[in-house]
């Protein structure tokens, strides 16, 4: 389509491209009426290119899922020797030989039992494979509970825009809508260091949840076939993040009341938060686990559903205990190359060493550039993933009026100093490539800082 480099054809008009995107691409999560194109033509390690050649940083790893940087020598390396062999295979009784290595792999990575991946393409059908497994295995496991019919989700949870997960989901603004659609859940609130509930200290903010959580548990876990939680940080939300031992305590209460857990790491897995899974950090084995976005290294769509062997077992048997849910493109042998090649990477660039280093210059220079600003109301941060929270005041930590567009206005003048940013609201949000430098941290930094002086 672009072969501008022969002579005789005319480079493309990127006006009428910025048109066209405009008419005839519907893109997601975004108002069209006000859609401002913009338009990448291709991409280097942490740096995009638009057609007109100007460079960006990627300063959100292209939506939260690149990990080593685009166009990784080894990435593309290993996606084109295995598109010489095959680009897919059905995953319904049919296999093929690099799928199988990754799912071996992945149950070698993950923590704890979890050893039996189902595969899907997107983080949605993750949660949708992962709440329907919860559900059936109540069901057939030996001494069945087929009461348990319902899940417990966090308030302000994001686990995709499939009905199943927006069901779990419990952001208003974007799941109200769809209110008749959606199963009953029952939510709790979520936790969330920065705004703790009035006359709770940080000290008992853990133990506060617990026992909310606990009584809820007392009450329904006849009902309750799992709890379904995004460990250390909900993502959507706002990157809002559990108080140190919440995850750890989630995971003692469902044991103790016999309720599934699904940790949706979709997000926070591949070593976001400065460990390969987040649920490492409190010593913690979901039932099942819930894994997309980095796990191509961010190329290819991919998704996996990892459960334990004692939920798989209840799966074992009759006909009828088959799991009964599949996905054309599941287990694609391109996306499991890319899926492969990608933790070799991570073994081959130390990229857990680089998330060390990197995290803790971004810490020191969010601290010491932001912090003092009067917009900023809270900088938080786990591994190469930040949040700067603007709010109206400080002290009362009250939100900016979201008719001001604060956010999108500090991260469309971050595009001037040459970094691309992608806000929640006015949630800024920091989560470039595993594989940032320090002279890229310090100019994503600066393109902040400048975005505020212009707010
Ligand atoms: C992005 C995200 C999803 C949905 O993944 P998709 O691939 O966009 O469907 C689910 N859960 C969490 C925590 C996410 O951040």
Redesign the pocket.
């Known amino acids: 389509m672009t072969s501008n480099n022969s002579e005789n054809t005319p480079p493309p008009d990127w006006d009428v491209f910025a048109q066209w995107d405009r008419h005839y691409v519907w893109h997601a999560f975004t108002q069209m009426q006000d859609y401002e194109p913009l338009m990448i033509e291709s991409a280097k390690g942490c740096v995009l290119t638009d057609v007109r050649g100007n460079q960006l940083i990627d300063g959100v790893s292209s939506v ?1 899922c690149n990990v080593h940087g685009h166009c990784h020598p080894t990435i593309n390396a290993a996606i084109t020797s295995q598109l010489e062999k095959v680009a897919h295979v059905t995953s319904l009784g049919m296999s093929n030989p690099i799928t199988i290595e990754l799912a071996r792999r992945l149950a070698e990575l993950t923590p704890g039992s979890l050893q039996h991946t189902f595969f899907s393409g ?6 949708e494979v992962g709440l329907k497994m919860a559900f059936q295995y109540w069901h057939q496991r030996e001494n069945p509970k087929p009461q348990k019919n319902t899940y417990i989700a966090l308030g302000s949870a ?4 499939t009905l199943g ?1 927006v069901s779990v989901g419990g952001v208003a603004r974007f799941h109200e809508m769809f209110e008749p659609l959606l199963f009953n859940v029952i939510r709790i609130e979520n936790p969330n260091t920065y705004r703790l509930p009035d006359g709770v200290t940080d000290q008992q903010a853990t133990q506060y949840y617990l026992d909310e959580l606990e009584k809820v548990l007392r009450k329904h876990h006849q009902q309750v076939a799992a709890m379904i939680i ?1 460990p250390l940080v909900q ?2 939300a706002g990157l809002v993040m559990q108080p140190a031992g919440y995850l750890r305590g989630v995971r003692d209460l469902t044991r103790k009341y016999d309720v599934l857990l699904i940790a ?1 790491e ?3 897995g591949f070593g976001r938060t400065g460990t390969m899974f987040a649920c490492e950090q409190e010593n913690v084995t979901p039932d099942i686990l ?1 894994l ?2 980095g796990l191509t290294g961010g190329y290819l769509a991919m ?1 996996a559903t990892i459960a334990t062997s004692e939920v798989w077992e209840a799966f074992l048997g009759e006909g009828i205990k088959t799991f009964y849910h599949g996905h054309t493109y599941a287990g694609n042998p391109l996306a499991a190359a890319a899926a492969m090649a990608s933790l070799d990477v991570f073994e081959q660039e130390q990229t857990l060493a680089n998330v060390a280093i990197q995290s803790k210059l971004l810490s020191e220079l969010l601290n010491t550039q932001l912090a003092e600003h009067p917009l900023v109301g809270d900088i938080r941060q786990r591994g190469l993933l930040a949040a700067v929270e603007l709010v109206a005041d400080k002290n009362s930590k009250t939100p900016l009026d979201p008719s001001l567009n604060s956010g999108s206005k500090v991260c469309r003048a971050a595009r001037e100093r040459g970094v691309w940013l992608r806000p929640l609201r006015d949630t800024l949000v920091i989560m470039p490539p595993l594989s940032v430098s320090s002279d890229q941290i310090r100019t994503i930094v600066d393109a902040v800082a400048y975005g505020l002086k212009k707010l």
Do not use: L, M
């Not at 997107?122 to 949660?127: E, L």
């Not at 994001?158 to 825009?161: A, I, S």
């Open positions: 939260w997107d983080g949605a059908s993750s949660v994001y686990h995709g825009d997960s995004e993502g959507a949706d979709v997000a926070v819930c997309a976005k998704s």
